[in-house]
């Protein structure tokens, strides 16, 4: 079993939809979880970070975490055609809060049709 | 401010050559990553380092050697090419370990043939 599942798609959506994103993980010492979005042909960008659970907005994104079913979601509100991307969950244990080391999940590419 | 530079973007190898990806970061980040990104599996730690000197083995580290003699420059080394090392290299880098926000390279994308 991997350590941190994500559905790979591709999802394919109409500009204006609401967007939901989500990765499961095993190991219940992860505390640091991330979301990252990666353009073709680019290096992946921080976009929403969130330490143990909770809620955390940032304009139209949303992160979700919920430690007790070890699931995080990434919602995206009023899809635009500039959202389409490969978003990846990315996590890490206090263990490794010092190196900076992150376990990535495979990676959702999405798709917004104008 | 460049970032995270990555040299070569594109490169094809023969098996059993060698090559040295750089990654060069002008951010005076202490720490610094390579992962490699392979279709459909996420990215995965090959190597990192926490300063100047000390390197560490990540996930996956058979196959490639790095260094770090500066605070700049973190490169990878591949002695002998092997068709599964065909991926797309990433470095990273971020100031003090923090797992906020690590700064991506553009990548390397790298095939064995």
């Known amino acids: 079993q991997k350590e941190v599942e994500q559905d790979p798609g591709p999802l394919s959506v109409p500009e204006g939809a609401i967007v939901s994103l989500n990765c499961t993980y095993s190991n219940s010492a992860f505390q640091y979880f991330m979301w990252y979005r990666q353009y073709s042909r680019k290096g992946p960008e921080l976009l929403m970070y969130?330490?143990?659970?909770g809620n955390k907005e940032d304009g139209r994104f949303t992160a979700q975490v919920d430690k007790s079913s070890k699931y995080i979601s990434l919602f995206i509100r009023d899809s635009q055609p500039s959202d389409s991307a490969t978003y990846l969950c990315a996590m890490s244990s206090l263990d490794s809060g010092n190196t900076g080391k992150l376990i990535f999940g495979q990676g959702t590419t999405l798709q917004v049709k104008p | 401010n460049a970032g995270v530079t990555q040299t070569p973007k594109f490169r094809i190898l023969k098996i059993g050559q060698s090559m040295t990806l750089q990654c060069a970061q002008d951010?005076?980040?202490?720490?610094m990553y390579w992962y490699r990104q392979d279709p459909g599996m996420g990215l995965k730690l090959i190597y990192y380092?926490?300063?100047?000197?000390?390197?560490d083995k990540g996930e996956v580290p058979n196959g490639y050697n790095v260094s770090r003699s500066t605070t700049e420059d973190f490169p990878l080394r591949l002695e002998l090419a092997a068709p599964s090392q065909t991926s797309v290299y990433f470095c990273?880098?971020?100031?003090?370990?923090?797992?906020?926000?690590?700064?991506f390279g553009s990548g390397t994308q790298l095939s064995v043939l």
């Open positions: 951010m005076n980040h202490n720490y």
């Open positions: 990273a880098s971020t100031k003090d370990g923090s797992d906020e926000k690590l700064f």
């Open positions: 969130t330490y143990s659970s």
């Open positions: 380092s926490v300063g100047a000197g000390i390197t």
